[in-house]
């Protein structure tokens, strides 16, 4: 299973579409818990206009089948996929759902499934994936206080349940698209970390403030690994690479073909993934731009 879930988050028509990237693996229990060396991407940019993401059995399939809509409209994408679950749903055992998402100025939200297309542009949020992820994710959602942003709320509740592993079909990365009535749909560099594995929580309050302090036991392994999406830019805007700097390594889906397993490269900073991917797979990435990111990559501010 896994959880997709895209939300207008903004007055003016923002939108964000996020998934985790784990993939449950029927009877291969050794296979399942490799959710941060073998990443599955469930999110394809079809154009600037058009993201959509996926949920059920053999994903690579499913996502073959989405890279093969780019340039097809948001009618276009939605008939297609009625079809496409349709005829599938009729075999044994077989489950496909899809969320699609359409940016301002005309901002849409469709869900497919088993031949099924529900509109819920009006509604503002659209998901398919486990139910139990989508009951979790409500409940983190509503215990934000009502001055909370809106996508500030969305995006926070949606990376609760992906980090926390309270669902068993659901983990691994984070990864979001965003995109509004100025910026065409892209994939975001939310910086995430791994690890240390077993924690001791200590919550202190002073003056009405309640603050949450993390902190590994005495003999805990207090290792911990950070993880930086880094997305494509250019003719190859839906490549996306999950750089783990201290495992001087990164797993990188190409735009091209974003079904197949993700290509493992060995690099030792930033600047080396950037030339190893356009240079040895021709998939052009983006330099972060934002300062906490650059800090932690040991790159010179950019002002």
């Not at 992820?133 to 942003?149: C, I, K, N, V």
């Amino acid at each position: 299973m896994t959880f997709v879930i895209a939300q207008i988050t903004e007055d003016d028509g923002g939108l964000s579409l996020i998934a985790d990237t784990k993939v449950t693996v029927a009877h291969d229990e050794r296979a399942t818990r490799q959710i941060y060396t073998r990443p599955c991407q469930k999110v394809v940019i079809l154009d600037d206009d058009l993201v959509a993401g996926f949920a059920g059995d053999t994903p690579a399939t499913s996502l073959r089948h989405l890279a093969g809509l780019r340039g097809k409209s948001i009618d276009e994408v939605v008939e297609n996929l009625v079809e496409y679950t349709a005829e599938l749903s009729a075999l044994p055992g077989v489950s496909k759902s899809f969320v699609i998402a359409k940016r301002a100025p005309d901002p849409q939200l469709w869900t497919v499934s088993n031949g099924d297309a529900e509109d819920r542009t009006p509604v503002r949020t659209a998901w398919v994936g486990d139910r139990d992820a989508h009951r979790t994710y409500t409940r983190y959602s509503m215990e934000w206080p009502q001055d909370t942003p809106r996508k500030d709320q969305f995006v926070w509740s949606v990376m609760s349940v992906i980090s926390l592993g309270d669902i068993p079909t659901v983990g691994g990365y984070m990864v979001r698209v965003v995109g509004d009535a100025s910026q065409p749909f892209r994939f975001i560099g939310d910086v995430g970390s791994t690890g240390p594995w077993f924690t001791e929580a200590f919550v202190t309050r002073d003056n009405g403030t309640t603050s949450v302090r993390f902190a590994v036991p005495p003999g805990g392994d207090t290792t911990e690994h950070t993880r930086i999406p880094i997305p494509g830019e250019g003719s190859t805007f839906s490549a996306l690479a999950h750089y783990v700097p201290e495992c001087d390594a990164a797993w990188l889906h190409t735009h091209e073909d974003p079904s197949s397993e993700p290509i493992v490269l060995r690099v030792q900073s930033i600047q080396e993934l950037l030339d190893v991917a356009g240079t040895e797979y021709r998939q052009y990435l983006q330099m972060p731009t934002h300062e906490f990111t650059r800090g932690l990559l040991g790159l010179e501010p950019l002002t």
